[in-house]
Nanobody, 114 residues
Framework: QVQLVESGGSLVQPGGSLRLSCTAS????????MGWYRQAPGKQRELVAG???????KYADSVKGRFTISRDNAKNTVNLQMNSLKPEDTAVYYC????????WGQGTQVTVSS
């Protein structure tokens, strides 16, 4: 059974930092492309950051220079370091694993507010 479990979401003030983690089980993690998506109320889910099996990364323009995605194949974990957070970063953040088909976590809430 495939499971992606996210953690690290919280309420944070503008300018603050958070680190999201996603731990996968039930998959051969090292062959999966991993990604973080987010969905704000009333908006479509969007790609925030992705990382390939050879550690190539891509980012949404809105988070470039502020967010960093990384993976640890030994721990079946993908992380998202988020710095200089803005109110518009408020959303539910989802972990995604893709190889032939796509798997999703349950999401973790990030709220950026003073």
């Amino acid at each position: 059974q495939v499971q992606l479990v996210e953690s690290g979401g919280s309420l944070v003030q503008p300018g603050g930092s958070l680190r999201l983690s996603c731990t996968a089980s039930g998959i051969a993690f090292n062959v999966f492309e991993m990604g973080w998506y987010r969905q704000a109320p009333g908006k479509q889910r969007e790609l925030v950051a992705g990382i390939t099996v050879d550690n190539s990364t891509k980012y949404a323009d809105s988070v470039k220079g502020r967010f960093t995605i990384s993976r640890d194949n030994a721990k079946n974990t993908v992380n998202l370091q988020m710095n200089s957070l803005k109110p518009e970063d408020t959303a539910v953040y989802y972990c995604n694993a893709k190889f032939v088909r796509s798997y999703w976590g349950q999401g973790t809430q990030v709220t950026v507010s003073s």
